[in-house]
T-cell receptor, first 117, second 111 residues
Framework: GAVVSQHPSWVICKSGTSVKIECRSL??????MFWYRQFPKQSLMLMAT?????????EQGVEKDKFLINHASLTLSTLTVTSAHPEDSSFYIC?????????????FGPGTRLTVL | SQQGEEDPQALSIQEGENATMNCSYK?????LQWYRQNSGRGLVHLIL?????REKHSGRLRVTLDTSKKSSSLLITASRAADTASYFC???????????FGTGTRLTIIP
């Protein structure tokens, strides 16, 4: 099956710093990737749709200047949490659809746990 | 919020028993998918059912979809300790790849 990786798997940073999270599709190309945030014992909430070669589409309530998304190639999307604060501590997960089937089966990365001190 | 609801929120059963969890959603869908998430890990795709399908099987999994009631159920038969995880339903809509996740069911299988 299609494989999506994320790096790093966990990161601890100080308040005010910026953190970059990478999402890669390892064996397929993805013009679209999705970024989710998940708080402990809660469900996944879609943050934004990352579009290769164009601007990301953010969900309502998600600050685009806070969560910078860059989808520079067909296999890589990055999420940068700028000026991170403790309330940004969460589990960030990306997904992508290989587009090899007519259905919308998406493959998820293993997630990145961000802890902001 | 368009997020779907799942029930129960948590379920504990003995190994070998069947586990049933339910998902309800709010608007017409194209596909409904079920995912499993082990604690602190990514999501694993289990099964996808299209809006024109009513039932689907995959190994020990059985999924039903009732579009008139906007609901779906996931049945895991002959549960195993390794089935302990959180289970989420996710829906998408025609012409849109975005997934909307349900609130999740935390399943614990007691050996």
């Amino acid at each position: 099956g299609a494989v999506v990786s994320q790096h790093p798997s966990w990161v601890i940073c100080k308040s005010g710093t910026s953190v970059k999270i990478e999402c890669r599709s390892l064996d397929f190309q993805a013009t679209t990737m999705f970024w989710y945030r998940q708080f402990p014992k809660q469900s996944l909430m879609l943050m934004a749709t990352s579009n290769e070669g164009s601007k990301a589409t953010y969900e309502q309530g998600v600050e685009k200047d806070k969560f910078l998304i860059n989808h520079a190639s067909l296999t890589l999307s990055t999420l940068t949490v700028t000026s991170a604060h403790p309330e940004d501590s969460s589990f960030y997960i990306c997904s992508a659809n290989p587009g090899t089937s007519p259905t919308n089966e998406q493959f998820f990365g293993p997630g990145t746990r961000l802890t902001v001190l | 919020s368009q997020q779907g609801e799942e029930d129960p929120q948590a379920l504990s059963i003995q190994e070998g028993e069947n586990a049933t969890m339910n998902c309800s959603y709010k608007t017409s869908i194209n596909n409904l998918q079920w995912y499993r998430q082990n604690s602190g890990r990514g999501l694993v795709h289990l099964i996808l059912i299209r809006s024109n399908e009513r039932e689907k099987h995959s190994g020990r999994l059985r999924v039903t979809l009732d579009t008139s009631k906007k609901s779906s159920s996931l049945l895991i038969t002959a549960s195993r300790a390794a089935d302990t995880a959180s289970y989420f339903c996710a829906t998408d809509y025609f012409g849109n790849e975005k997934l909307t996740f349900g609130t999740g069911t935390r399943l614990t299988i007691i050996p």
